[in-house]
């Protein structure tokens, strides 16, 4: 696992030992941050279910202002801190060793511009995760991205009413599904 493109291109990434996380692969990685490559730069990033961080690393990377990382497992954030390092991206980078959930039910201090969501597979931790972020939509900034990554057998849909799937892509054995607020559709229309 490297870093794709930008600053730190060509660096390589730590990977969290064992099999608790599942690190997205280069591919779809690449495939991911050129659909989103103009929204990337000044953005403010969310990783949550960070792992190794390669993400929002790849976003810094590419000329986001911040990143936050957000993992439970002590492993997974210190490999993280460690990949930042690594990369010299940690001045704008935030790693919190804390469950996305606990997080998620604070009042939030700022708003995202992307928020990603990679939780381990088969739990079901994504769709909490997302009916959460459309019930207290502040998370996300006007015209800001959600984007969930979960394998293809995962998917279903959800009830939303502040969230809009704008558009999916399947690479594989990963999906990656793209929401946005349904009030910045109609603020185009």
Same mark, same amino acid.
């Given at each position: 696992?490297?870093?794709?493109?930008?600053?730190?291109?060509? #660096?390589? %990434?730590?990977?969290?030992? @064992? /099999? $608790?996380?599942?690190? +997205?692969?280069?591919?779809?990685?690449?495939?991911?941050?050129?659909?989103?490559?103009?929204?990337?730069?000044?953005? #403010?990033? %969310?990783?949550?279910?960070? @792992? /190794? $961080?390669?993400?929002? +690393?790849?976003?810094?990377?590419?000329?986001?202002?911040?990143?936050?990382?957000?993992?439970?497992?002590?492993?997974?954030?210190?490999?993280?801190?460690?990949?930042?390092?690594?990369?010299q991206l940690e001045s704008n980078a935030q790693v919190l060793k804390i469950d996305a959930f606990a997080y998620l039910s604070?009042?939030?201090?700022?708003?995202?511009?992307?928020i990603y969501i990679a939780p381990p597979q088969y739990h079901q931790l994504w769709k909490s995760t997302l009916l959460i972020?459309?019930?207290?939509?502040?998370?996300?900034?006007?015209?800001?991205?959600?984007?969930?990554?979960?394998?293809?057998?995962?998917?279903e849909e959800l009830a939303l009413e502040n969230l809009v799937l704008i558009d999916e892509r399947v690479y594989g054995s990963?999906?990656?599904?793209?929401?946005?607020?349904?009030?910045?559709?109609?603020?185009?229309?």
């Amino acid at each position: 696992m490297r870093v794709i493109s930008g600053f730190a291109k060509g #660096r390589k %990434l730590k990977q969290v030992p @064992g /099999t $608790g996380t599942r690190p +997205i692969t280069d591919r779809v990685k690449e495939n991911l941050l050129n659909l989103i490559q103009y929204d990337v730069p000044g953005a #403010r990033f %969310l990783d949550l279910f960070a @792992g /190794t $961080g390669s993400v929002g +690393i790849e976003a810094l990377s590419r000329g986001a202002e911040s990143a936050l990382f957000i993992d439970n497992s002590r492993i997974a954030c210190q490999i993280a801190r460690e990949n930042l390092k690594h990369c010299q991206l940690e001045s704008n980078a935030q790693v919190l060793k804390i469950d996305a959930f606990a997080y998620l039910s604070r009042v939030p201090q700022q708003a995202y511009d992307i928020i990603y969501i990679a939780p381990p597979q088969y739990h079901q931790l994504w769709k909490s995760t997302l009916l959460i972020l459309d019930e207290n939509s502040r998370w996300l900034a006007a015209d800001g991205l959600a984007i969930v990554q979960i394998h293809p057998k995962e998917r279903e849909e959800l009830a939303l009413e502040n969230l809009v799937l704008i558009d999916e892509r399947v690479y594989g054995s990963t999906a990656l599904m793209f929401f946005t607020l349904a009030e910045s559709i109609d603020d185009e229309e």
